[in-house]
Antibody, heavy 120, light 108 residues
Framework: EVQLVESGGGLVKPGGSLRLACAASGFSFTSYSMNWVRQAPGKRLEWVSSMSGGGAYILYADPVKGRFTISRDNAKKSLYLQMSSLRAEDSAVYFC?????????????WGQGILVTVSS | EIVLTQSPGTLSLSPGERATLSCGASQSISSSYVAWYQQKPGQAPRLLIYGTFNRATDIPDRFSGSGSGTEFTLTINGLEPEDFAVYFCQQYANSPGTFGQGTKLEIE
């Protein structure tokens, strides 16, 4: 059974940093691209970032480019999102999501999500 | 960026009925790169349909997708109580992939 479990969310002040983690199990981690997708209250789902299975191909959405960094540790079957210079508009539930390819793709398995709140 | 508009915003039906959910795109989506997801309160989205027509793993055949160009449809035949949820469409033909605002399917 595919499982994706996020951790690391919480309350952070504007301008602060936070690191999200996602533990994967139940599938061959290196065979899939991994992504972060977020959902702010009352807003549409928004793709944030993608990384290919080997880590060579990385993409970011424009709103987070230069502030967020995606990474993965294939030995630990884990995905990460380092978020810095956080803004109120980054407040959302962040989902760890699997996809067949990096970048523009459908998403076949989703974690339960982790809440990030940026507020003073 | 392709903007997806879903209609109706809310659909009120009874179990056993057919639901037809629409997703319109601001420009033509090539190669039918459209997916549909179901989301229940407090849960993660679940992939239902990809490539416009293809059911995801373990999705019942009462769910079907259709469409091309700028108009896409998710049809649910014989609604079951567990089908009442919010449904999102997504296009992944153009980067960045984008999502619709959702249709809430509620029990009448």
């Amino acid at each position: 059974e595919v499982q994706l479990v996020e951790s690391g969310g919480g309350l952070v002040k504007p301008g602060g940093s936070l690191r999200l983690a996602c533990a994967a199990s139940g599938f061959s981690f290196t065979s899939y691209s991994m992504n972060w997708v977020r959902q702010a209250p009352g807003k549409r789902l928004e793709w944030v970032s993608s990384m290919s299975g080997g880590g060579a191909y990385i993409l970011y959405a424009d709103p987070v480019k230069g502030r967020f960094t995606i990474s993965r540790d294939n030995a630990k079957k884990s995905l990460y999102l380092q978020m810095s210079s956080l803004r109120a508009e980054d407040s959302a539930v962040y989902f760890c999501v699997r996809s067949p390819v990096a970048g523009s793709s459908y998403f076949d398995y989703w974690g339960q999500g982790i809440l990030v709140t940026v507020s003073s | 960026e392709i903007v997806l508009t879903q209609s109706p915003g809310t659909l009120s039906l009874s179990p056993g009925e057919r639901a037809t959910l629409s997703c319109g795109a601001s420009q033509s989506i090539s190669s039918s790169y459209v997916a549909w997801y179901q989301q229940k309160p407090g849960q993660a989205p679940r992939l239902l349909i990809y490539g416009t027509f293809n059911r995801a793993t373990d999705i019942p055949d009462r769910f079907s997708g259709s469409g091309s160009g700028t108009e896409f449809t998710l049809t649910i035949n014989g609604l079951e109580p567990e089908d009442f949820a919010v449904y999102f469409c997504q296009q992944y033909a153009n980067s960045p992939g984008t999502f619709g605002q959702g249709t809430k399917l509620e029990i009448e």
